[in-house]
Structures are given as structure tokens and as C-alpha cells.
């Protein structure tokens, strides 16, 4: 008998919620779960928390020694230079960031980050050795196939320079409906399921970045994982994620749905 087992990424943004004392709470609380749950211990689940910039060292030695990854929310596309007030690539390598979020709906809305400036931040995102955590999403209710069109232009133009001419690495693409961050209710199971497997489509065709996953996010929540049952590689968490608890519920589903899908 051979037994395949599906491997989940589970992300959590902290975005501004947290200050340093509580992000420290936090980070010890899902260090513990993740230091003993069959999740990890069975090499299922790969995980990572993205923290504000000034907790990435307490957030890094608390789960240190578990499975759980660090990164960062943000990144500049130049690697130095007189750039007041950003981060580096580097400098976040040094921190012990291994993932960083580009893209995200709020950055393009309250920031104005264009598409060239998410491809130039990708870009540096992997020149640097981190995971860029990719977020595309259609900005109003649109059907589904519009919505897959138009999360994989995102997805091409994002990686179109780092694709033909390197440099090369793992990305995390999290599919986030503009629509649906902070709404009430995730989008529709279907709908997340096309679109999901339009950008899986999409980066086989792309070829240049192997083992790269598509995640979903938008008020994902415990129990959607469940609920979605494979359409997605796993979660990108927000809000739903501020109780421990839930973040080992979501755990729990993945070990699941695992055990569920033993192939003979």
C-alpha cells in the first residue's frame, strides 16, 4: 500500500492588531500547540506567522525549535539605499525571515502599490531567499471566471520578470477576494475552487517556481478548510487566527482531511 498524504500551508498575518507584548502572548501560546501536534509531527502542515517588523525577533525565538515559520508583511524591491523608513530583503534575512507578504489588497488600496511595484517587490523577494507570499485577488463580486482571469493576471505579471530571468524560488500565492477581507463570510466553496485551480493551472504552466501552492484567504476561518475539502493547498489567516485555539482547529482539519484521503 502506498499512502499519499496532502501537505496544507497554513499562514497567519497579524497585521497591526498585536503590540509587542501581546504578539509575544500570542506567538508562545501557538509555539506550544505547534510544538506537539501530530500536524507537524507528521509533516503534513507547513506554517508561518507574519508578525509586525518589531516583533520578528521575539516572534522568531518563541517558535523556535517548531515547524512554524517567520516572516514579514512587507519588503522593499531595492536591497539598500536611501529608502527612510523601509525594510530590506537583507535585513530581513537577518531578522530570520524566511517568508514575506507582497500584494496584498491593502497595500494597493491605501499605498498605492501598482502591479510593477508587487512584480519589482516579488522580485526581491526571492533574489533574497524568502518565500513571497503572493496576494491576488478581484476587487469586487465578479463570477467566478472572471475572477480566475483576473487573479491570473496578477499572478503572471507579478512573476513574469523573476520567471523569465530569475531569480527562481517556492511562492505562496493566496487568492483574497478584495471583497471578502474583513466581510462576514468567505467567498462561496465553487467560487474559491475555480479560481483556486486556475492559479494551480497557472503556475504549472508558468513551470519556473516548483512546489509553489495556492492558499486561500478572505475571512478564512476554522472550518473552511473542511468546507473547501482539497480545492485549496491550505489557509492564509487573519482575524479568525487572534484566539490560539482556533489556529489549532484549523491544525486539527488538516490532520484530517490527511488521514482521510490515505490512497491504496
Known amino acids: 500500500m502506498t499512502i499519499t498524504r496532502p501537505t496544507f500551508t497554513i499562514g497567519v498575518s497579524l497585521k497591526m492588531y498585536f503590540g509587542l507584548a501581546e504578539t509575544a502572548r500570542w506567538s508562545k501560546a501557538v509555539a506550544r500547540i505547534a510544538a506537539t501536534h501530530d500536524a507537524f509531527a507528521s509533516g503534513i502542515v507547513n506554517a508561518f506567522v507574519l508578525p509586525t517588523f518589531p516583533a520578528i525577533a521575539s516572534a522568531r525565538e518563541a517558535f523556535a525549535g517548531t515547524a512554524v515559520a517567520i516572516g514579514a508583511q512587507n519588503l522593499h524591491w531595492e536591497d539598500s539605499g536611501a529608502w527612510t523608513g523601509e525594510i530590506s530583503g537583507p535585513v530581513l534575512r537577518e531578522l530570520g525571515a524566511t517568508y514575506v507578504e507582497v500584494g496584498h489588497a491593502e497595500r494597493r488600496s491605501a499605498f498605492g502599490e501598482t502591479d510593477d511595484i508587487v512584480a519589482a517587490k516579488t522580485a526581491a523577494a526571492l533574489r ?100 473547501l475539502d482539497g480545492a485549496v493547498d491550505g489557509l492564509f489567516l487573519g482575524r479568525f487566527a487572534h484566539n490560539p485555539v482556533a489556529v489549532g482547529q484549523v491544525l486539527d482539519e488538516a490532520l484530517a482531511l490527511s488521514r482521510s484521503t490515505l490512497v491504496a
Open 128 to 227: 533574497n531567499g524568502l518565500t513571497p507570499v503572493l496576494c491576488v485577488g478581484e476587487p469586487e463580486r465578479v463570477s467566478a471566471a472572471e475572477a480566475a482571469k483576473w487573479c491570473v493576471s496578477e499572478v503572471r505579471s507579478a512573476l513574469a520578470d523573476a520567471s523569465a530571468h530569475g531569480p527562481l524560488g517556492r511562492v505562496v500565492v493566496a487568492y483574497e477576494p478584495r471583497w471578502a477581507i474583513g466581510a462576514a463570510a468567505p467567498a462561496h466553496s465553487e467560487h474559491i475552487r475555480e479560481v483556486c485551480d486556475a492559479l494551480r493551472s497557472t503556475l504549472v504552466a508558468i513551470g519556473a517556481h516548483p512546489g509553489s501552492t495556492v492558499i486561500y484567504g478572505g475571512s478564512a476561518r476554522p472550518g473552511l478548510l473542511t468546507q
